[in-house]
């Protein structure tokens, strides 16, 4: 960096390898302990190991280039240079041990370093009732990396993909940040509600962002429904003790899709 500074031989487009941007994550956990421990709670805090050597998801489908989109997406090269054997009959691998436990969604797959914003500045301390409607947005640091562009996409351009339940479109949240949720947890190609990773809440959650239920770095949702409903919703009922896969992980009426006739006979 300081040769090019004095050569004046500038480079438009910097690129940090994988390493270097875990050596970034240091910087990170220094000053947001609080966001890093939520992260490491949750589930994007998965490894190589827990996400490439899986077992009953590698023996169901073949590991392939696109794994690395979500799962990866600064590691320089290709799926066959991570894991062996291409297969779904294994044992797998990583081809190199260190990466085990390397992260695979590090905090700069949805952070982008250097983002546009808008200058802070100073409220009209004189008039206390006009601040919140003077109020400036926020900047935002959330931008996906893309790892085929092998740039980032702030949340404000990113595109949130039709989504149906059958032949009938699903009621989308306009939050900008479940835009970036959305590019992983994702339809199928037909784009049909629930398919693939798809969590896109329909039926009485239709609407709702994903960070209406989720906390944002640990996914946490034990207070969710508290956020919202009272002790007893609109029908008498308890709704954190309804059929819902909220109270019991092996419940058919899952929370993201659920309708009030999966938990009401009387439909």
């Not at 709704?239 to 819902?244: A, D, L, Q």
Request: glycine share 4%.
């Amino acid at each position: 960096m300081v040769t090019t500074h004095f050569r004046e031989d500038y480079i438009e487009n910097i690129r940090m390898s994988e390493d270097q941007v875990l050596e970034s994550m240091k910087s990170c956990i220094r000053c947001h302990q609080e966001e890093w421990s939520d992260w490491l709670a949750g589930g994007h805090s998965a490894t190589y190991q827990a996400i490439l050597l899986n077992t009953s998801q590698n023996s169901t489908e073949q590991l392939s280039f696109d794994c690395l989109r979500c799962h990866g997406m600064f590691f320089d090269g290709s799926i066959e240079d991570l894991v062996e054997p291409m297969d779904i009959s294994g044992p797998w691998r990583l081809k190199d041990s260190l990466r085990m436990d390397h992260p695979v969604i590090p905090c700069m797959t949805c952070h982008q370093m250097h983002s546009p914003g808008i200058p802070a500045i100073r409220p009209d301390y004189s008039l206390p009732v006009l601040m919140e409607y003077k109020r400036l947005p926020e900047n935002s640091s959330l931008a996906l990396y893309s790892r085929p562009e092998k740039m980032y996409f702030h949340v404000s351009v990113l595109p949130a993909p039709g989504i149906y339940f059958q032949d009938t479109i699903v009621k989308v949240s306009e939050d900008p940040r479940q835009r970036l949720c959305m590019q992983c947890h994702a339809p199928q190609a037909n784009h049909q509600s629930g398919s693939s990773d798809d969590r896109t809440p329909r039926g009485v959650h239709a609407g709702l962002s994903c960070l209406s239920c989720h906390i944002s770095h640990d996914n946490d949702t034990r207070s969710s429904c508290k956020l919202c409903h009272p002790v007893l919703s609109n029908c008498g009922l308890d709704v954190e003790k309804m059929n819902t896969s909220f109270a019991d992980s092996t419940s058919a009426n899952n929370i993201h899709f659920v309708s009030c006739a999966d938990c009401h006979e009387k439909k």
